[in-house]
């Protein structure tokens, strides 16, 4: 069992040099910020029509950005919308709408990879894919946002009347942050089941959905809390520390993606040995 199990992560080593992962992450990094604020910006038209804040949204970011790259992202933004009065006109949303979705594109591009893959369809469709989970992807984070705001008015205004045992308090804000892991692990398994060009089965996609959860959950906090306490960006970068922090934060993101994708494909290539071996 622990022999597998190191031959397993073996596996995994040699798959992340052969399909350069660092490399692709990078890659992916690039195209990733290119159309971060974008997709920001889209997000914020979005929210213009939901009970949901800007602010509280962006708010959201801060526990798992380092303050820094917080900054940038609110100043920025802000700025942004702020210059279009009542709100961003439709043309500006859907040019927003169609360079995010180029983020989509470039892990289409690290998935295909990963899974050793050639892209198969058309430029369109590929296209199409991108923006329908960008699509996707927005309304999933306001969807979250508003259950959690949802969750915050019925805790303040009943259970905290409730005089509940602390126990119980605790409990009712650990389900809050299980659910916003369960909306990550929902983008995942849709990223993982629909964006390569492979067909995938539900349950194929499932410890790679899992893997990406834990490890960009985990890598983000972790980040997050390392830069704010133990380093200064701005002492050897000045001004831009901010924009090279978002870029770090998104590389760690490209490559525990990319990860994730190796190990749902390492995983379906042991199963089909396992089948070939039985038949035989």
């Known amino acids: ?12 080593y040699y798959r992340l040099l052969d399909d ?18 974008p997709f920001l910006i889209f997000l914020m038209a979005l929210i213009g029509h939901s009970p949901v804040s800007s602010q509280q949204v962006l708010r959201g970011l801060l526990g798992i950005l380092p303050e820094q790259a917080y900054n940038l992202v609110n100043d920025t933004v802000v700025e942004i919308v702020d210059r279009k009065t009542g709100g961003l006109a439709p043309i500006s949303g859907i040019l927003a709408l169609w360079f995010a979705s180029n983020g989509i594109g ?8 990963a899974y050793d893959e050639k892209e198969k369809r058309p430029f369109w469709m590929v296209k199409l894919i991108s923006i329908i989970f960008t699509l996707l992807l927005s309304i999933v984070i306001i969807f979250s946002f508003i259950l ?3 969750g915050g008015v019925i805790k303040k205004q009943i259970l905290d009347g409730m005089e509940l045992d602390p126990f119980y308090q605790n409990l009712w804000n650990t389900g809050r942050y299980i ?24 349950t194929e996609v499932v410890p790679g959905a899992v893997f990406a959860t834990l490890g960009w959950l985990l890598t983000s906090l972790g980040f997050a809390y390392y830069v704010d306490n133990f380093s200064n960006y701005s002492r050897f970068y000045g001004s831009i520390g901010g924009v090279v922090i978002l870029l770090i934060w998104l590389y760690y993101s490209a490559v525990i993606i990319l990860l994730g994708g190796e190990l749902n494909a ?15």
């Open 1 to 12: 069992m622990i022999g597998s199990f190191i031959d397993f992560i073996k596996t995994m």
């Open 20 to 37: 350069d992962i660092l490399a692709l992450g990078a890659q992916m990094a690039y195209y990733l910020i290119l159309s971060f604020f």
């Open 106 to 113: 470039s892990i289409i591009t690290g998935l295909n990879k």
């Open 148 to 150: 959690l705001i949802f």
């Open 179 to 202: 659910f916003i892991s369960s909306a990550v692990f929902l983008v995942f398994i849709i990223l993982y089941r629909f964006i390569p060009s492979r067909c995938m089965r539900l």
């Open 266 to 280: 390492a995983l379906a290539y042991e199963k089909k040995l396992n089948n070939k071996r039985e038949s035989k």
